[in-house]
């Protein structure tokens, strides 16, 4: 399929639209109309006052066109000529394929990674109505998914204003897994080759918590919360995940209320050992991710487990004492079903878990699900699945507490942490909605600096792969130096 774009900038946001309703189609970026294959026409002709802008197309056999003259006194919020016209063009792109295709994506035209943080900036500066009013008519969200992003704003923001301008969050890689899941792209390694890595990653990796505390203490910086995630942590030995955590301990100043999560993601990662170092690690919430109860979705995507091994694995941890665990479920996934899913959905509610994150399945480019071109879900299965989610978690009075879209999801939707009362995950929170600073280790992590007086965002990449990490160090270590000098001048900038 070409897109024309004529005369106009809107190229992403008219492709990204496109791929909603075509995710598997090829989409060529075009100036030019080909009549011989399907196509897509998007012009804008500027106006004394206004614009003239036209999509037409020609797609599965039909054909279609509207022109609509915009005018500049149309904007709403104080939006800009470009705005306005990007959205009045891509409102009428939607409005056409939704008749064409006659499926009705659930966000409308909104593209973004964080509706929610669109939501609560709306609503702080035009009110409650204005912005509810604004997602369901120009951006032509639906009712549910307006809902939903006006709970997730409301209950993130007093978590937010938590933060003050020294505070950080600590976030360790650990990019090791059992084995490959068919839909991850992460850059975690499973094979025997990587393994030989971890002893050197590992003492590598407690000189870099050594270092990222000696500057955040130098900055007077204090630490809101601690993250280990990969990866699979728990792929670690139950001594190396000790010598991890003692690490942080030793460095940081880690009370009895800082929030520590250590994802113990794959259930044939964990151990009654591995479970004892993580308590006397004082970590606070961890993570056992079932993903599907369903054992044949789960060889499907290259699991190597069972859903028994995952209840056996949530036993273990309650016998253990754990009284926070997050449980990740995907609605999407190859072979799955609504109705595999809404069992998979009751036996995770079976387990009582105190946070359940409900992801929508995306197409990573790297990942064998789509270099192998297996076949996932349908959309609609992925919105029926989510909306029942949403109907029994809110049932069960479990609040959604932060929300975020990736790149080429199915169906542009959505991933939701929801949570029961009083165990909203505040990393999670202060990591999407970027209130502070995160400083990362490990490799494949990214330090963002946040400025606390301005939007202002800086980041810091460690190096991708485990052997980089390990081969280029010292290289990495002068560059986390600039933390110093971050914190410096806006420092200065606030006082001068
Ligand atoms: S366990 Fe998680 S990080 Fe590891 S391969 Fe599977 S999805 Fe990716």
């Not at 929801?418 to 209130?435: D, H, L, Q, S, V």
């Amino acid at each position: 399929m070409n897109l024309v774009i004529d005369n106009h900038t809107f190229q992403y946001e008219t492709e990204k639209l496109l791929r909603v309703f075509f995710p598997s189609t090829k989409i060529a970026v075009t100036d030019a109309r080909n009549d011989e294959a399907d196509y897509v026409l998007t012009s804008l002709s500027p106006l004394e006052d206004g614009a003239e802008i036209t999509v037409s197309f020609s797609l599965l056999g039909q054909t279609a066109a509207k022109t609509l003259t915009v005018s500049r006194e149309e904007a709403v919020f104080g939006e800009r000529d470009d705005d306005l016209y990007e959205r009045r063009m891509v409102q009428i792109l939607y409005d056409l394929l939704r008749e064409l295709t006659g499926y009705t994506p659930p966000w409308g035209i909104l593209t973004g990674v964080r509706p929610a943080k669109l939501m609560l900036v709306l609503s702080n500066r035009f009110g409650e109505e204005a912005a509810t009013t604004y997602f369901q008519t120009e951006l032509r969200v639906s009712k549910e998914k307006t809902a939903l992003a006006l709970s997730v704003a409301k209950t993130e923001t007093p978590i937010t204003l938590e933060s003050t301008p020294r505070s950080f969050s600590l976030y360790v890689s650990i990019p090791f897994c059992p084995s490959r899941c068919s839909y991850c792209s992460f850059v975690s390694h499973s094979n025997d080759q990587a393994k030989k890595l971890i002893p050197r990653y590992v003492a590598l990796l407690c000189r870099e918590l050594e270092e990222t505390a000696a500057l955040a203490k130098q900055r007077d910086l204090h630490l809101e919360s601690v993250y280990i995630g990969g990866g699979t942590p728990t792929a670690l030995s139950a001594q190396d995940l000790r010598t991890v955590t003692d690490a942080i301990r030793r460095n940081f100043d880690l009370t009895p209320e800082t929030e520590f999560t250590i994802e113990a993601g794959r259930p044939d990662s964990v151990s009654d050992e591995k479970f004892d170092v993580i308590r006397q690690a004082g970590a606070t919430r961890i993570s056992i991710n079932p993903q599907t109860f369903n054992d044949d979705v789960l060889r499907t995507i290259g699991r190597r487990h069972t859903s028994e091994q995952t209840k056996d694995a949530l036993k273990m941890a309650r016998r253990h004492g754990f009284d926070y665990i997050n449980m990740d479920l995907i609605a999407g996934l190859p072979s799955d079903t609504p109705a595999s899913f809404r069992h998979t959905l009751e036996t995770t509610l079976s387990f009582d878990p105190e946070n359940i994150t409900v992801h929508t399945l995306a197409h990573k480019r790297a990942s064998t699900l789509v270099t192998k071109q297996l076949e996932t879900g349908s959309v609609e299965a992925a919105g029926e699945m989510l909306s029942y989610a949403m109907r029994r978690l809110t049932e069960e009075g479990y609040v959604p507490y932060y929300m975020y879209r990736q790149s080429n999801c199915l169906g542009n939707l959505e991933n939701v942490g929801w949570a029961k009362k009083g165990y909203a995950c505040r990393y999670n929170i202060f990591m999407m909605e970027e209130t502070h600073t995160v400083l990362a280790v490990g490799a494949g992590a990214v330090t963002k600096l946040r400025s606390p007086f301005s939007v202002d965002l800086e980041r810091i990449y460690n190096h991708k792969y485990p052997y980089e990490y390990i081969d280029r160090f010292d290289e990495l270590i002068e560059r986390k130096r600039r933390i110093l000098t971050f914190y410096d001048e806006v420092f200065a900038q606030e006082g001068g």
